[in-house]
C-alpha cells in the first residue's frame, strides 16, 4: 500500500512520539520548524509562514495533496497521539465507499454552532473571527444539526476531490478560525462529499488499542496549559453566576 503517515509539530506545542508499532513499508513524515530526531521519523524542516503555530499545522495538515503527491493515502496525526498497532491493514476497512474518515467528535455535539459556542465561552479562538465565520454558513443555508467530527486522526484516499476538498476546507481555515472541526463538516456539505466515521473507542475518551493518547507538549507547556484551564474555568463560573 502506498501510504505515508504524518504529523505536523511547530514551536513547543507537541512532542514527537514513536510508534509502538513501526511497518517497514510506510512512510513516516514530521513536518517541524525545529530539529527533532525520533526514529522512524523523516523531518522535513520547513520555514514557517505564520506567526500561529496552530495554523501552521493546519496547513500540513490539510494540504496532504500538496506536501505529499507521490502517495495514494496518508493518514495524518496530531503530536498528541502514539501509533499502537500497524494501522495500514485498516485503511480500505475504515474508509470504505468513502475518500476520507475520521473520528466522530467524544462530546456528541449536535453540529458546529454548538461547537462555536463553546470555543467562544472557552476563548479557545478570536471570538469576532469565530460569529464571522459562523453567520457566514448561516446566511448561506448550512443546517444548524449536521454532525461534528474531532479532526486529529485523519485518513484520506488522495483523489481529485479530496484534493478540492482539502484546497476548501484550508480556505476556510486560513480565513477565519484555526479551530478546523469549525469548517470540516461545512466543506464536506458544500461539496456533497460523505466521510465515514472509525469504528475504533475514541481515544478523547480513553486510549484505544490502535492509538493512545498523551498530553501536549512538554511538561513545561502541559503545566501551563493546565493552569490556564483551571484559570479559564474559574472565570467562566464567575461568569455564569453573575449573569
Not at 467562544?120 to 471570538?127: E, T
Not at 484534493?163 to 470540516?184: A, G, T
Not at 456539505?189 to 465515514?196: A, D, F, R, T, V
Not at 498523551?214 to 493552569?227: A, E, F, M, Q, V
Request: include cysteine.
Amino acid at each position: 500500500m502506498n501510504l505515508v503517515i504524518y504529523t505536523a509539530i511547530f514551536g513547543d506545542f507537541d512532542i514527537l512520539r514513536k510508534p509502538k508499532v513501526i511497518n517497514k513499508n510506510i512512510k513516516y513524515v514530521c513536518f517541524t520548524d525545529r530539529k527533532i530526531k525520533c526514529h522512524p521519523w523523516e523531518i522535513n524542516i520547513v520555514q514557517t509562514e505564520f506567526s500561529d503555530h496552530r495554523r501552521e499545522n493546519r496547513k500540513y495538515k490539510i494540504l496532504s495533496h500538496k506536501y505529499l503527491d507521490d502517495f495514494q493515502y496518508s493518514i495524518y496525526l496530531d503530536g498528541r497521539f502514539i501509533i499502537m498497532k500497524d494501522l495500514s491493514k485498516y485503511i480500505e476497512k475504515w474508509l470504505g465507499d468513502n475518500d476520507i474518515a475520521l473520528l466522530e467528535h467524544p462530546k456528541k455535539r449536535a453540529g458546529i454552532y454548538k461547537e462555536a459556542e463553546a470555543c467562544i465561552r472557552g476563548k479557545k479562538d478570536n471570538i469576532d473571527l469565530i460569529k464571522k465565520q459562523m453567520n457566514k454558513y448561516r446566511n448561506e443555508g448550512y443546517p444548524e444539526n449536521n454532525g461534528l467530527t474531532v479532526n486529529g486522526f485523519l485518513i484520506r484516499r488522495h483523489t481529485k476531490q479530496i484534493e478540492k476538498f482539502n484546497e476548501m476546507w484550508w480556505n476556510e481555515v486560513k480565513n477565519f478560525s484555526v479551530r478546523d472541526q469549525l469548517s470540516f463538516c461545512y466543506v464536506m456539505h458544500k461539496l456533497h462529499i460523505k466521510y465515514s466515521l472509525i469504528p475504533i473507542p475514541n481515544p478523547y475518551n480513553g486510549h484505544s488499542e490502535y492509538l493512545k493518547i498523551t498530553y501536549h507538549g512538554s511538561k513545561i507547556s502541559r503545566l501551563k496549559s493546565i493552569i490556564f484551564s483551571l484559570i479559564m474555568s474559574a472565570k467562566n463560573r464567575l461568569v455564569s453566576q453573575f449573569s
